[in-house]
Structures are given as structure tokens and as C-alpha cells.
């Protein structure tokens, strides 16, 4: 008989001596989700509203509606919030790197814009977000070069990372702060991360941990990439969070439209990878203490839209219906076998 979903085993309680489970949200989806949510995860991330463009779209009108009300429904359901994120290239104003005249604003105002913002945004939430994602996507993944160009590098110099985490760690002293970044098990990025946070370490700069956003799919990275990656950065004796994960049926160049419905291989495929992921996100148990989903369920992904506009994707543990996927049941085997 088919299991129904209130007689599974909530997700979170399966990995409770591990590692927190989490997923992004959005308000609306918080409104039309909120008890399946609050059943199967015990950790959430806003998707975008709590992105600089959207906390602080204009200078110095912030817009917290949206913020305020996902900690206060992760308050009321015992949830914990992953904040997501201060600094980045994209989903930023533009008014943030532009003088009165519309040219290019100098050091010392980006650096005034950032603490305000830091401030403002990490001060509200203080005692409240167990982490923060403080700088995403510095590292440069298309050519050999380190740091990615960005306009805070440009016009702050690479000093822009230290100082980033010193002012999040003073507007809250407890939050755990982090380095996220996409293509985290690349043998060649890896390095360039590796050697980004040993710098900061190296300058005493108050950084907690990694963020590997886990956006893979069902045919890679392959296990053993992974696994170097997680040696490589638990080497660093830093925390790591894996934080946007989600395992697309697609390879990265499939550019195909017309599927209505994951392919049985497909499912089959996806099983495989979340039990052996899974598997290995628990040998690395001591340095992973938080694992979040970009996403609740199939019925929506923001790999939906990308990187093939308008194809739909199924690459969650919860079907379109939010009934559990075999992936679930793999996973509920296998911390079955292991308590
Ligand atoms: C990156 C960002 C996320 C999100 C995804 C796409 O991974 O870190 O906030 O924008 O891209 O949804």
C-alpha cells in the first residue's frame, strides 16, 4: 500500500544526529506550505527576500516585511534560519556602487553602504539566524584568474571579503558566518576556494564556515569529486553547510523541452545519487551540521526556469503532489540502518 505523507517519518527527524534539514522558502510559499514545511524540515533559507535588492532595493529604504514574517513563522514552529545573503554580485542595487552623478562611488562610500547594510539587516535578526551566507560568489570559474571581477572588487580591493565578515560578526557576535559558492566540488574552483578562506583565516577574519551550494544533478558531480572537495574544505576545521542542493534530471547542456514527467530512469538515477550523497554527507557528519534543499517540493524549483526557460525540473526528495519520491524512502533506509 502506498504510504501516505503523514505516515512517513518527518525528513529532519531521519538526519536528527546528524545535521539540521533545511529548504528554501518564500512567504507565499511559507502561506500555501507552511504545516509540510514545518513537518519535514527543521531549518529554512529565504530563496531570494532577504537578497540585498530586495531588503534594501533603494538607499536607505529597507523592506523587511517580507524577512520579519519567514523568522517569525520559523519562530513559531521551532525552524531554524539560514540568512541568505549580504554581499554579491548579483541581486544588489545598483545604487550601491553609484556617486550622485552616476559614476562609480568610491571606496570609502561602498564601504559606508556595506556596513550600513550589514548593520541594518544582520543588527534586526540579531540572536536570530543561526548563519549567514555573508559573502556569495567571489571565486572566478571561467578563467584562471582568483577572485571573481565584481564591482566590489573593483572599487573596495580584495579587502572586501575580511571586511565583510568583521562587520556581520559584529552586528551578531553568535551567528555562524559563511563563504558560499556554486561549482564547489570542481578540483580547480575547490582550490580557489580553499586558498580564499585560508587567507581570511590567516587574517584572523571571523569566518565559520563553507557553503557548498550543491546545485548537481543526477549524472554528477561524481561521488569521489565530492568527497575531495568535503576533505579538502573539512581540512580547514570550518563548519560546512550544504546549501542549496538540489539534483536536476538534466545534464547541465541538455537543452530538451518536451518531458511532462521525469523518465523512470530518471527516478531511478536520482535514488542512486541522494542515497550515495546522503551516505557521504554522514561520514563528513562532524564538519556538516546543516544541509538545506533549494526547495520544499517538485511542484516548484527555481530549476524550472533555468537554465532552459520554462522546463520543468523534479529535483526533490517530494513529488509534485508532496508525496515522497523512492529517494525519500532510500534515505529513510538508510538512517534506518545506521541508528
Ligand atoms: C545562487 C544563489 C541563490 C539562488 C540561486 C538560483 O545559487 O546563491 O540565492 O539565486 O543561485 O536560485
Redesign the pocket.
Known sequence: MKQTSSEIPALHEMFREAFKIGAAVSTGIIAAQGPFIARHYNSITA?NEMKPALVQPQEGEFTFEAADSIFEYAEAHGIGVRG??LLWHNQTGDWMFRDTEGGTCSREQLLARLQTHINTVVGRYRGRAYAWDVV??AIEDKTDQYLRDTQWLEIIGEDYLRQAFEMAHQADPDALLFY?D?NETDPVKSVKIHKLVRSLLDQNTPIHGIGM?G?WNIYGPSIEEIRNALKLYASLGLKIHIT?LDLSVFRHDDKRTDLKAPTAEMLKLQEERYAEIFALLLEFKDSIDSVTF?GVADDYT?LDGFPVRGRKNWPFLFDEQKQPKASFARLADLTASQS
Open positions: 530563496e541568505h545573503t556569495n560568489e558560499n556554486y551550494q546545485h542549496e533549494w527555481w
